[in-house]
């Protein structure tokens, strides 16, 4: 009689611990992925993977019912969201993840996404000559902590100007371009198609691309949470390969990708085409391609002040194992 009580009480205890969710139950497989992304040309890939299907078909047999993706005006409130638990994926600069993994982000860079295609574009009549002809002025582009803030930054101080020199204001894209057009700020440094824009409607010109302040810079990146790489590994192999996908469809397909694009985003589709046929950007899916510049990023993140006291590594940054596998 004892001995029945005593299993009957267990059996109340133990549902009582698992209803209070202090013992789990068999783990809740992922059914939603959610995606971040930016509207630039430098994110198509997460875009035509989207628009042509691909991330629900090639994700269902792992247990994917729905994919949502939600757009962000820069990487750096994008990484917020991902810090908040709202994301699973991003389609980021390889900046901001720095940032954010410094702040405890859980969650590592496992593929390229491009490199290079930014510009610094001036509104007319301000004489350009160089670094130090900015000096004094208004010049916008993303926040701080951003591949463009980043990039800006060491360009200036290799060229031996101080950063503080020049009044460089926050904005995302469509703001940086409201304000250039308006005369309230001297020039921009911007993803494209941000600059082909500003040149097409006559509010500036473009003249220094991002490849020439650093030569083959990584520029986005795919950033994939701990979560998932840990307890979904076959469903991360799935994404990175579907993004190589999309990638080389992209590089086989540039007018239709501009489409695409131009479809998602409401932008015109001539500027679009443009700013393909003019950046001096490449899509790429090879994370140790990137490697090297998003290590220097840290570095200089770190001297800007923008991770604390912690310098970043490679193996704080990336894993690469997923894509060595796909590829293999």
């Known amino acids: 009689m004892r001995r029945d009580f005593l299993i009957a009480a267990l059996a109340v205890g133990l549902a009582v611990l698992v209803a209070l969710g202090c013992i789990g139950t068999e783990e809740e497989k992922i059914t939603t992925l959610r995606i971040g992304y930016q509207p630039s040309t430098h994110q198509i890939a997460e875009m035509v993977a989207m628009e042509e299907g691909w991330w629900l078909s090639d994700l269902s047999p792992f247990g994917i019912e729905e994919v949502k993706d939600f757009e962000f005006p820069s990487g750096p409130p994008e990484m917020q969201a991902m810090l908040g638990g709202n994301l699973d994926i991003a389609y980021v600069g390889a900046a901001p993840p720095i940032s954010a993994i410094a702040q405890g982000l859980e969650a590592k860079i496992v ?86 824009i500003i040149e097409l409607e006559g509010k500036g010109r473009s003249v220094v691309a991002s490849g020439e302040m650093w030569p083959d810079h990584a520029c986005c990146c795919l950033v994939v949470s701990d979560e998932l790489l840990r307890e979904e590994p076959e469903l991360v192999e799935q994404i990175v390969r579907t993004h190589i996908r999309a990638t080389e469809y992209i590089n086989e397909n540039p007018e239709r990708a501009a489409e695409i ?31 090297p510049s998003v290590v220097e990023y840290a570095r200089v993140d770190y001297e800007l002040g923008y991770t604390g006291d912690e310098l970043l590594t490679e193996e704080d940054l990336f894993e690469t194992s997923f894509y060595d596998r796909v590829v293999s």
């Open 261 to 291: 694009y131009s479809a998602k985003t409401g932008q015109n589709l001539t500027m679009v085409q443009h700013s393909i046929e003019n950046w001096d950007g490449a899509w790429i899916s090879d994370p140790h391609e990137i490697i």
């Open 111 to 196: 593929a390229a996404v491009q490199k290079n295609g930014s510009d610094l574009v001036v509104s007319p009549g301000v004489v350009y000559e160089g670094p130090e002809s900015l000096v004094g002025l208004k010049v916008a582009t993303f926040p701080p902590g951003s591949i463009q803030d980043t990039v800006f930054k060491k360009w200036l101080q290799d060229n031996g100007v101080d950063p503080a020199e020049i009044d460089i204001k926050s904005m995302g894209p469509g703001d940086a371009t409201t304000a250039i057009s308006a005369r309230r700020v001297d020039a921009v440094f911007l993803p494209h198609p941000s600059p082909s």
